[in-house]
Nanobody
Framework: QVQLVESGGGLVQPGGSLRLSCAAS????????AGWYRQAPGKQRELVTS???????NYADSVKGRFTISRDNANKTVYLQMNSLKPEDTAVYFC?????????????????WGQGTQVTVSS
């Protein structure tokens, strides 16, 4: 079964760092475009950062200079490096990725979501 499994969330103090991982499991051919979203309590889900299949990245203004998205197709994993964390970064973080994968004797491509991982920035 193809899925995205997130890890790396937790409690961190302001100014600290975390690295979130989003690993694609199953018979994955490649990760195409990917992104990270977050949803804070009482807030709408927002796009934090994204990366295209060609490697171009985009960042929300609130995280520019602090967060970095990367993709490792050797390990079929998308990462979110978060530095200089602020309490405002507290949210459930979700990864999203378009995956090309083997389905029986053919290739298939579709969008997947991770299960979400909690990031809490607090002293």
């Amino acid at each position: 079964q193809v899925q995205l499994v997130e890890s790396g969330g937790g409690l961190v103090q302001p100014g600290g760092s975390l690295r979130l991982s989003c690993a694609a499991s199953g018979s994955i051919f490649r990760i195409n475009a990917a992104g990270w979203y977050r949803q804070a309590p009482g807030k709408q889900r927002e796009l934090v950062t994204s990366i295209t299949s060609g490697g171009s990245t985009n960042y929300a203004d609130s995280v520019k200079g602090r967060f970095t998205i990367s993709r490792d197709n050797a390990n079929k994993t998308v990462y979110l490096q978060m530095n200089s964390l602020k309490p405002e970064d507290t949210a459930v973080y979700f990864c999203n990725a378009e995956l090309t994968y083997y389905s029986g004797s053919y290739l298939q491509r579709r969008d997947y979501w991770g299960q979400g991982t909690q990031v809490t920035v607090s002293s």
